[in-house]
């Protein structure tokens, strides 16, 4: 920069004004934390039926008592699970049905985020709150009109709340076989998440059913964003070592493989995970620890 004629001049050539900046000191001094205290987590699984679901809906309950147990004069963020999901009727069942949303919101209205999202309207106003949850699924049996995937990102980063938990269907774009296509959505989506935790199924036939989406969290991973492994259906009969090897991960968290009969009992009881008493506690230490990492 020189100085000309008490003018200074910058490389481009543009004048510049001498100017002292006066303001109070104590002001813009806010963390980007504290000015944006939204969060975006997003679950997805690196094979079809890695419990993605299961863990994205007990986190979110998790996050949600964890809220309600501030202070009072605290500020409670809210927590929205976004079910990311393009099949109208999913083939294993849908999410909807999974903590029972009939149940749930009896007498009272469950709006479709989907309709309103395909209409081009804004969809910051949908809310079906239960249990401290604002929970953004697809009730089946509900024809959905296609999403483009300008739709998707809109609707994705237009919904309220503090703490988005989005939920990805391991057969999210599946079903039009343009791989190109898919995958650009998939990172863009990725690349828009403050936290991507990666759901794995330690069998070895689960982890290496889908490479290109293995592949894209590394990417992610390498590219700086924030991943978390979580390895689901932990059991005796995992070779660590060979696991270890095939992901190439050193940190990770790792959630047992629950008794079936837990699992069961919570669908009849129209519930997460998080809310069976004797999973709370394990699911609590393994998110807390999450948390942390």
Known sequence: MN??????FSKDKRPLIGRSLARPDDSFTDSLEAMCPRSRYVFVGL???AGATAIAFAFAEYMAKVERSKPKREFKRLVTTLEV???????????YDRIGCDRRFAGRAFESCYAIASSGRSVRSV???????NWLLKPPGVPLEPLSAQDWLRLIGGVAGDIIICDISGSF??????????????????CDADHIMAIVDPLPSAMMADPSRLELIKEMEASGSDV?????????GVNMREL??????????EIPYFDPAQIYSAEYNCCTLFAMPKLQETLKGKFDYLQRM
Do not use: T, W
């Open 3 to 8: 100085d000309i004629d008490g003018f200074s």
């Open 47 to 49: 094979s079809s039926g």
């Open 85 to 95: 999901n393009d099949f109208c009727d999913e083939p294993k069942g849908s999410s």
């Open 127 to 133: 809310a079906n709150m239960d249990g401290g949850v």
């Open 173 to 190: 774009r599946k079903e039009e076989g343009k791989s190109v296509e898919n995958e650009s959505l998939l990172r863009r989506i990725l």
């Open 228 to 236: 978390q492994y979580i390895l689901n259906k932990m059991n005796a």
């Open 244 to 253: 270890r090897a095939f992901l190439k991960i050193r940190v990770h968290a």
